[in-house]
């Protein structure tokens, strides 16, 4: 396994990543991107253990409904890539447990890489997304054909990968790009379907980083962002070489929809995972800011909690239901429930702004306005920003001050944007959740109900 430091040393690979502008020479020396290594390289240290042959428990798969529900908690407490990763190596083996029978070498292959990254202690970013052009089109009439990621040559040992995969969580902080299809493929789109992990140092790979990380110099105004933030990557593969062990699917069309289903469930399974704590954390701060201010006792913000209480609820109860249910694959892992996880998700992120909304409308304006902590030291200021912020007596105003910056960091300042597009857009819009639910659901039950409700023996066909 790998140590924090040994980690920290290992991107410095060759890997083209540029930020604002420029090549970023040293991920770890940089700024922005420096501290985000540093958050993935705790994760590292937490697991590490010395032993040949160790593997990090936090990315084993789970074999039982027990264990899935330790491990969802388990990974929201650790980095997002490490989380990354563990998405990834699932995906990949419930697309293999899928693909078993009918490709039974590529099925091979994604059992082998799983076994080699986790010996290797490696990290793995999930690239599905594609750039897309127009919309209204699909990919084999699309006027650039780059506009999926394809497969543009191949000889006896490999493929050759052009185009590029966009919002990619923390690519230039692993070290495999775990490259899957965006969605099911038609005939004539053989090449489009294409899997497989690709070394984020290899030639021809470059990254543009994106980050909602603060700028500002005293980080206390940014308690959670200071410590916590990933940037985005935008992939380019310009003519990527991928040897045949590292693919997983290239030309089998009809298995695309398989990697890309299996990917969006494991997203939407952390997806959810992460709103019932972040609603959680919602609930506290609407109820925190209102006993700050002393209007806890009002019958509106009274009901507004309570709305928010139940919006917590059922995202958890969705969880709860996603796990107890969930589906063992032939090797024996599990796989979480497909409606429970979609139908969970899709609430979740359907209600978010209106949940920080209520969040907003108890705190007040205070939450965009209140004082830094420097200020709070400062000689000339410290009485008045004492005197001004306090709310109810008893609660301290440096409190008020400190509850307000981190419903700030968390909601209203560029992370709390960044939080408001990425709830609706991971794992696929909420399109995609209404599709994915609606397959699932036992719609064949429902009308026989609706017909027994209506006294209605036969309907036609
Ligand atoms: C912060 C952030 C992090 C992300 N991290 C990752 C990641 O790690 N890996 C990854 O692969 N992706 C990631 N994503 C991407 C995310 O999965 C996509 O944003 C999402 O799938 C939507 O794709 P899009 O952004 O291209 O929007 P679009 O596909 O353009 O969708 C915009 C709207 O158009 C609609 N639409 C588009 N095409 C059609 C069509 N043919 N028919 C009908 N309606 C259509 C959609 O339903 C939606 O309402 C991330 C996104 C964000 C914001």
Not at 338 to 362: P, S
Not at 417 to 435: M, P
Request: with cysteine; aromatic share 8%; net charge negative.
């Amino acid at each position: 396994m790998q140590t924090a430091s040994e980690y920290l040393k290992s991107l410095d690979d060759g890997r083209q990543t540029f930020f604002e502008g420029g090549r970023v020479t040293s991920i770890p020396d940089h700024p922005v991107m420096g501290t985000a290594a540093e958050w993935v390289s705790t994760s590292y240290d937490t697991f590490y253990d010395p032993a040949e042959g160790a593997t990090s428990p936090i990315l084993e798969p789970p074999r039982s409904a027990d264990e899935l529900r330790e491990r969802i908690p388990q990974l929201r407490r650790v980095d997002i890539v490490t989380r990354t990763t563990f998405g990834s190596l699932m995906a990949m083996l419930t697309a293999a447990a899928r693909l078993q029978g009918v490709e039974a070498a590529r099925s091979d292959n994604v059992l082998a890489y799983r076994e080699s990254a986790a010996l290797r202690d490696i990290r793995i970013t999930e690239c599905i997304t594609d750039a897309k052009g127009d919309r209204g089109l699909a990919p084999k009439d699309q006027p650039d054909p780059d506009a999926y990621v394809r497969i543009v040559d191949r000889d006896d040992a490999g493929i050759v990968i052009r185009g590029a995969k966009l919002h990619i969580t923390g690519a230039s902080f692993g070290h495999d790009l775990m490259v899957m299809p965006t969605k099911r493929m038609k005939a004539g789109e053989e090449d489009y379907s294409v899997a497989c992990a690709v070394p984020v140092g290899a030639s021809g790979v470059k990254i543009i980083n994106s980050s909602y990380a603060p700028r500002s110099a005293d980080t206390r105004h940014f308690p959670v962002t200071s410590r916590e933030h990933m940037p985005d990557g935008f992939v380019i593969f310009d003519d990527v070489y991928v040897p045949d062990e590292r693919v997983f699917l290239a030309g089998e069309g009809r298995y695309a929809a398989v990697f890309a289903h299996s990917l969006g469930l494991w997203e939407r399974i952390g997806g959810t995972s992460a709103m019932a704590e972040q609603a959680d954390l919602l609930v506290g701060f609407a109820h925190l800011a209102a006993d700050a201010n002393g209007t806890l006792k009002y019958s509106h913000v009274k009901e507004k909690i309570a709305e928010m209480v139940i919006h917590a609820s059922l995202i958890r109860a969705g969880l709860e239901a996603a796990i107890l249910h969930c589906v063992e694959t032939p090797e024996g892992f599990v796989h979480p429930n497909e409606l429970y996880t979609n139908a969970a998700k899709y609430h979740g992120a359907a209600n978010y702004n209106l949940m920080v909304r209520h969040v907003h409308d108890i705190a007040g304006g205070v939450v965009l306005t209140a004082p830094t902590i420097g200020d709070l030291e400062n000689e000339e200021t410290r009485a008045f920003v004492s005197k001004y912020m306090q709310g109810r007596k008893g609660v301290e105003a440096e409190h008020r001050l400190r509850l307000m910056h981190a419903i700030r960091d968390l909601t209203a300042d560029s992370h709390g944007g960044w939080h408001s597009v990425t709830n609706v857009q991971s794992g696929g819009g909420l399109y995609a959740q209404r599709i994915v639910s609606s397959n699932h659901y036992d719609m064949e039950r429902a009308r026989e109900l609706a017909l027994e409700a209506a006294g209605i023996t036969e309907w036609a066909s």
